[in-house]
T-cell receptor, first 114, second 117 residues
Framework: KQEVTQIPAALSVPEGENLVLNCSFT??????LQWFRQDPGKGLTSLLL?????REQTSGRLNASLDKSSGRSTLYIAASQPGDSATYLC?????????????FGSGTQLTVLP | NAGVTQTPKFRVLKTGQSMTLLCAQD?????MYWYRQDPGMGLRLIHY???????AKGEVPDGYNVSRLKKQNFLLGLESAAPSQTSVYFC????????????????FGPGTRLTVL
């Protein structure tokens, strides 16, 4: 059974700091990995998707990396802003043919202090 | 284009009562999903549908039933609510197919907060 872990569960940083969120998964037979953002009381918004054949994806100040063999992904946020405060979740999709769907981590709650 | 909408936003039930949560999407997506999110845990898949008239069990299907009579709607039913079903329920949809995965992302609704007393 795939298990996805995110550490730390919560993180508080001052504005302007660069930070890294971590995601690890137990089964490396994945098709892709996604990072989502969840604001309080809201649904999830997809931030970045990395296919299993890729090493990283970038969008603005966000950079996600994937090391499939070690079962790890990181989300790097540059020059953090108070508007980045949210919960960040990662999710892995298994290979085609599997009956399983996305498996989510429990998230990292990020607070960026002004 | 409203995306994914969920009805209701909040609901309080007593143990043993029944209710139906409605999810609607206007993006003509084939796939639809129901998740629950509990404190300190990630989203867990309850049921999903790969097209109109189809449903399949996810990770935590017990106590729930679903129906996909129309492509744009996915209903989640609780026949006899239990306190363990207190949670935030999210619906999502996706244009994903296994053989055409150039874009693979799920679009989420705002959630329904359900409390069972």
């Amino acid at each position: 059974k795939q298990e996805v872990t995110q550490i730390p569960a919560a993180l508080s940083v001052p504005e302007g700091e660069n930070l890294v969120l971590n995601c690890s998964f137990t089964d490396s037979a994945i098709y892709n990995l996604q990072w989502f953002r969840q604001d309080p009381g809201k649904g999830l918004t997809s931030l970045l998707l990395i296919q299993s054949s890729q090493r990283e994806q970038t969008s603005g100040r966000l950079n996600a990396s994937l090391d499939k063999s070690s079962g790890r992904s990181t989300l790097y946020i540059a020059a953090s802003q108070p508007g980045d405060s949210a919960t960040y979740l990662c999710a892995v999709r298994p290979l085609p043919g599997s009956a399983r769907q996305l498996t989510f981590g429990s998230g990292t709650q990020l607070t960026v202090l002004p | 284009n409203a995306g994914v909408t969920q009805t209701p936003k909040f609901r309080v039930l007593k143990t043993g009562q029944s209710m139906t949560l409605l999810c609607a999407q206007d993006m003509n997506h084939e796939y639809m999903y129901w998740y629950r999110q509990d404190p300190g845990m990630g989203l867990r898949l309850i049921h999903y549908s790969v097209g109109e008239g189809t449903t399949a069990k996810g990770e935590v299907p017990d106590g729930y039933n679903v129906s996909r009579l129309k492509k744009q709607n996915f209903l989640l039913g609780l026949e006899s609510a239990a306190p363990s079903q207190t949670s935030v329920y999210f619906c999502a949809s996706s244009p994903l197919t296994w053989t055409h995965q150039t874009v693979d992302t799920q679009y989420f609704g705002p959630g329904t907060r359900l409390t069972v007393l």
